[in-house]
T-cell receptor
Framework: AQSVTQLDSQVPVFEEAPVELRCNYS??????LFWYVQYPNQGLQLLLK??????LVKGINGFEAEFNKSQTSFHLRKPSVHISDTAEYFC????????????FGGGTRLMVKP | IAGITQAPTSQILAAGRRMTLRCTQD?????MYWYRQDLGLGLRLIHY???????GKGEVPDGYSVSRANTDDFPLTLASAVPSQTSVYFC????FGLGTYEQYFGPGTRLTVT
């Protein structure tokens, strides 16, 4: 079975500061990794995904994430955040035996302050 | 392009009542999913369907049932609602088997069971 841990439930940060949202996973097989964003009162939207290849993945809105197999991590980063980045961010994993099934972390609420 | 629509947007339901949450997609995806979202727990899979005519149980299926009579619709039924089913419910779809793995989410249904 796989699991996902998002270490921070809330991350406050000032506008234009850098941010890192942490995600660790556990799985006995190779995995695919995803970050989704949920703006208030909306559904989830894909930010980026890692399926294979380069371990540094770039997504929408200036976000990027790095897959680290040895540390079983997939941390999300942005060098300079905007007020509009305030949202809930979810890390998710799917292993090669699970088809399209996703296991989600508990979410991290990013709060960007002016 | 509508993507995924869910109805109702929100509902207050008395305990013991039956309720069906509706989900329709127009992307012709073969796979569909139902999740519930609870604070601090992320999204948990209730039921899924990899193709019309088939369904499967997810992580938290008790108290819920689904059907998949055609490609576009995937209703979720609570036969006899209980307060612990108070949650936000998300329907999602994906193209299973093509290696993209991205799931597309609807806007959600906020359900309160009193």
């Amino acid at each position: 079975a796989q699991s996902v841990t998002q270490l921070d439930s809330q991350v406050p940060v000032f506008e234009e500061a850098p941010v890192e949202l942490r995600c660790n996973y556990s799985s006995s097989v190779s995995v695919y990794l995803f970050w989704y964003v949920q703006y208030p009162n909306q559904g989830l939207q894909l930010l980026l995904k890692y399926l294979s290849g380069s371990t540094l993945v770039k997504g929408i809105n200036g976000f990027e994430a790095e897959f680290n197999k040895s540390q079983t991590s997939f941390h999300l980063r942005k060098p300079s955040v905007h007020i509009s980045d305030t949202a809930e961010y979810f890390c998710a994993v799917s292993d090669l035996n699970a088809g399209n099934m996703l296991t989600f972390g508990g979410g991290t609420r990013l709060m960007v302050k002016p | 392009i509508a993507g995924i629509t869910q109805a109702p947007t929100s509902q207050i339901l008395a305990a013991g009542r039956r309720m069906t949450l509706r989900c329709t997609q127009d992307m012709r995806h073969n796979a569909m999913y139902w999740y519930r979202q609870d604070l601090g727990l992320g999204l948990r899979l209730i039921h899924y369907s990899n193709t019309a005519g088939t369904t499967g149980k997810g992580e938290v299926p008790d108290g819920y049932s689904v059907s998949r009579a055609n490609t576009d619709d995937f209703p979720l039924t609570l036969a006899s609602a209980v307060p612990s089913q108070t949650s936000v419910y998300f329907c999602a779809s994906s193209e299973f088997g093509l290696g993209t793995y991205e799931q597309y989410f609807g806007p959600g249904t906020r359900l309160t069971v009193t």
